[in-house]
C-alpha cells in the first residue's frame, strides 16, 4: 500500500470556519476544543475535500456557512508520486469538484483518488439502525472494487424513478413502464453484483476483527436481495408489482430495498444484538472497511475519527483506541479531551474555539 | 451596470446557457464600444430569428423558412440522400454533431425530446405516430437508434424498438466506446468497459 496524507487544508465558509489553513501531519492530528466549535466541521472539511460528500449532512449545500453563498474546501495530498490538489466548491443548487484545478469525469472518479474512511459516533446506526446505512457502506466500497459502480447507481436510480413517476402519473397501464423496468433490471443487477463484490472484499477482516473482540459469538455477513438476479426474472417481478407499487410509492424489490443483513449466531443482530456487540459490529465493519479499502486502491486511506471523547463511554473508547493502533496512515481526530488520546509516532494537536484553527 | 436599459439587457443576456452575468455584461460593453453596426445586425437577426428558421415539417431539422410548403431542410432537399436509411435522433444538436462526421449518407428524424417521466415526458408525447408515418412513407429499409446512452436515451430506445416491433425493418443502435487517436490508457473505465462489452468481430 503507498503511503498519502493531506498535508494542507483550505477552508472558506463552511458550517463555522469563516476561513482556515492548516497545515496537518503525515500521521496523528488531533483536534481539540469544547463541543460547538468547529472540531468535527474540521473533518468533515477534510471529508468533502477527498470526496465530494459529507458524512453529517443529508444535503451538501447546509454546510455553506450562514450568511454566505458559496463553501470551498481545497486539499493538498502529498504521496511519493508529488503533491496534487482536490478541491470542492459549494453553491446552493450544485458542487464543482476540481482535481488539480481539471474538472474530474465522474464523482466516482473524484472520490477514489485519496481514499478515506471515517468513524462517528451517528455509526452505531450501521448496526442497529436501518438498511440504509450498511447499502451506503457497500455502496462506498464498490466504488473502489468496480470502477462504474457509481454510475449504474445512479441510472439504476434513475431508471427505477421513471418507473416510479409514470406509474403515478400515467397508470398501471402505462405504456412506456416495460422499458424502465428493463432497464431497472440491467443497472439494478450489476449493483447487486457490484455489492456483493464489496461484500467479498469486507467480509474476511469484519469477521477476523469481530473473533477478536467477541470470541464467544459467529458473526456473519449476509447479502439480502429483494429482486431475483436474473435481468429477465427481475423486470417481470417488477411488472408483476406495479398496482401495489403505485400505492406504496415506490418500488417494492430492488437494491435500494436490499440489505446487509448481519448475524450473530444465525439470528438477525439488528433486534437481538447488546449495545457492546452493537459496538463490536461497527467497529468490525469500520476496521473492514479500512482494510478493504485500501487494499483495493491500494493506497492507504485517510482515517477520521470524530468525537474521542469521554470516560462515560469507555467501551466506545475501546473500540476506537483498537482502530487507531491498526491505522497505519493518516489518522486526524476530534476529542474535548486531548490527554487521553495516546499515541505512538509523529502527532500534531490542534485547538479549535468559534470556527478558528490553532496549533497548540 | 448604471441605466434600467443597460440591466435588462444584461439580464436577457444572461439567460443564455454558459452566459452569467458578468459575461453578460462583457458583451453589452463590447456591443456599446464595437462598430454600431454589429448591435444591429444582431438585433435585426434576433428579431427575425422565430420567422426565418423553423423546425423541417419533415425530420424536424433545422429549416429556413422561404415561404414553399412544406417546408425542407438541407438535407430533406438533397437528392443524392439514401431515403431508406434513417436515423433517429433526440435533438437537433445531436443530428448536427452526426452530420459533421459527414458519413450518415441517409436522413433523420429528430423526437425533440426523450422519454422521461420524471420531467413529464411520457410516450404519448413523442412523435412516434409521425415516425412510423415516415417510415412507410420513404420506405425506410433500416433504423439508426442515435439517442444518447443515458437512462433517458436508453429507455427512448427501447420503447422505439417496442413501437416499431411490427413494422418489420431492422433497427440498430449506436455503438459506444473509446474515442478515436486517444489511447486505451486514457480512457475512463465506464467508456472502456462499454467498447469491451460491444466488441466486434475482426
Known sequence: MRAQHVSALSVRSFRNIAQADVSLGPRFNVVSGDNGQGKTSLLEAVYVALTSRSFRATKIEESIAFGATQALVRARIDSDDGARWQSVGLRRGGRDLRLDDKRPRSSSEFATRAPVVVFHPGEISLSAGSGAERRRLLDRVALFSSPSAGDELARYTRAVRSRQAALESRGAGSSDLGEWEELSAVHGARVVEARRRALAALAEVAQSTFGELLPEVRFDLVYSATAPSDVADFASELRRSRSIDVRRGSASIGPHRDDLRLELGGKASRRTASQGQHRAIVLSLKMAELAAVGALSSLRPVLLLDDVSSELDRARSTALFSLLSRASGQVLLSTTRPEIIETTGDRVDFVVRAGAISPL | ?202
Open chain 2, 1 to 202: 451596470m448604471t441605466t434600467p436599459k443597460l440591466r435588462r439587457l444584461v439580464q436577457l443576456l444572461a439567460r443564455l446557457p454558459g452566459v452569467g452575468e458578468k459575461t453578460a455584461q462583457r458583451y453589452v460593453l463590447y456591443l456599446l464600444a464595437a462598430d454600431p453596426s454589429i448591435a444591429r445586425d444582431l438585433g435585426e437577426e434576433l428579431s427575425r430569428l422565430h420567422e426565418t428558421i423553423r423546425p423541417c415539417d419533415e425530420c424536424g431539422n433545422l429549416a429556413e423558412a422561404d415561404g414553399q410548403s412544406p417546408l425542407l431542410c438541407q438535407v430533406c432537399r438533397d437528392d443524392r440522400r439514401d431515403p431508406a436509411l434513417l436515423c433517429v435522433v433526440g435533438r437537433v444538436q445531436d443530428l448536427l454533431a452526426i452530420e459533421r462526421t459527414g458519413t450518415m449518407r441517409g436522413r433523420y428524424f429528430v423526437l425533440g425530446k426523450l422519454l422521461s417521466p420524471l420531467d413529464g415526458v411520457g410516450p404519448e408525447s413523442l412523435p412516434i405516430p409521425r415516425l412510423k408515418q415516415k417510415i412507410a412513407r420513404d420506405g425506410v429499409r433500416e433504423l439508426i437508434v442515435a439517442t444518447p446512452p443515458s437512462v433517458d436515451g436508453e429507455a427512448t430506445a427501447l420503447l422505439l424498438k417496442r413501437e416499431l416491433d411490427g413494422v418489420g425493418i431492422p433497427l440498430t443502435r449506436i455503438a459506444s466506446g473509446v474515442p478515436h487517436g486517444g489511447d486505451l490508457e486514457f480512457a475512463d473505465p465506464i467508456t472502456m468497459g462499454r467498447a469491451l462489452s460491444g466488441r466486434q468481430r475482426l
